[in-house]
């Protein structure tokens, strides 16, 4: 079974610092990756997708961006984080139409 | 533009009772169907799925869900709650094939014991 490790768990950064959260998968290959932002009401928004190493799609104008380096690495990336990047951070994993495996998240704060 | 709503944001029933979560979807093609699960401290993970065959399908810990085609809809139930099913649930739809999955807004579910 696949498995989907993220870091860091939490994470605390000032305004205009930069960004790099990890993830990384196991257990299958040349899955597709997703990052989602999950806020309190209002599900899970999906920010990219990638369906191979560097193929990086962006569902949402915003600061942030992501790479695919390695066919079982995503990055999510900013130059200079907003207050309205503070969120909950997911990483996904799955085939086609298929059910996604999630990571454990991770907390952003923006202050 | 596909999109999921799911009815109600807060549920609170007490232990035993019958649940059903209420999810349509808006999308004109042929869709795959989940409902996933986030209980407390614990990563999202897949409760059922749909993608062809018999409308009604079972999931894990006696959930079911079925599927109306004709209402768009893919409503989740269980005939008895127990405490240990407070949890987030989330409605999603994947085009046939397709690569994006669209999340309902979720449901957090209280069950007092």
């Known amino acids: 079974s696949q498995t989907i490790h993220q870091w860091p768990a939490t994470l605390v950064q000032p305004v205009g610092s930069p960004l790099s959260l990890e993830c990384t998968v196991e257990?299958?290959?040349?899955?597709?990756l997703y990052w989602y932002r999950q806020a309190a009401g209002r599900g899970l928004q999906l920010l990219f997708y990638?369906?191979?190493?560097?193929?990086i799609s962006s569902e949402v104008p915003q600061n942030l961006s992501a790479s695919r380096p390695q066919d079982r690495q995503f990055i999510l990336s900013s130059k200079k984080l907003l207050l309205s990047d503070s969120g909950f951070y997911l990483c996904?994993?799955?085939?086609?139409?298929?059910?996604?495996?999630f990571g454990p998240g991770t907390r952003l704060t923006v202050l | 533009a596909q999109s999921v709503s799911q009815h109600n944001h807060h549920v609170i029933l007490s232990e035993a009772a019958s649940l059903e979560l209420g999810c349509n979807y808006s999308y004109g093609g042929t869709v795959n169907l989940f409902w996933y699960v986030q209980y407390p401290g614990q990563h999202l993970q897949l409760l059922l799925k749909?993608?062809?065959?018999?409308?009604l399908v079972k999931g894990i810990k006696g959930f079911e869900a079925e599927f109306i085609k004709s209402k768009f809809s893919f409503n989740l139930r269980k005939p008895s709650v127990q405490w240990s099913d407070t949890a987030e649930y989330f409605c999603?739809?994947?085009?046939?094939?397709?690569?994006?999955?669209?999340f309902g807004a979720g449901t957090r579910l209280f069950v007092k014991a």
């Open positions: 999603a739809v994947t085009s046939t094939g397709g690569f994006k999955t669209i």
């Open positions: 749909y993608f062809s065959g018999d409308p």
């Open positions: 257990g299958t290959s040349n899955p597709n």
């Open positions: 990638s369906v191979g190493i560097g193929q």
């Open positions: 996904a994993a799955g085939r086609g139409g298929f059910e996604q495996f």
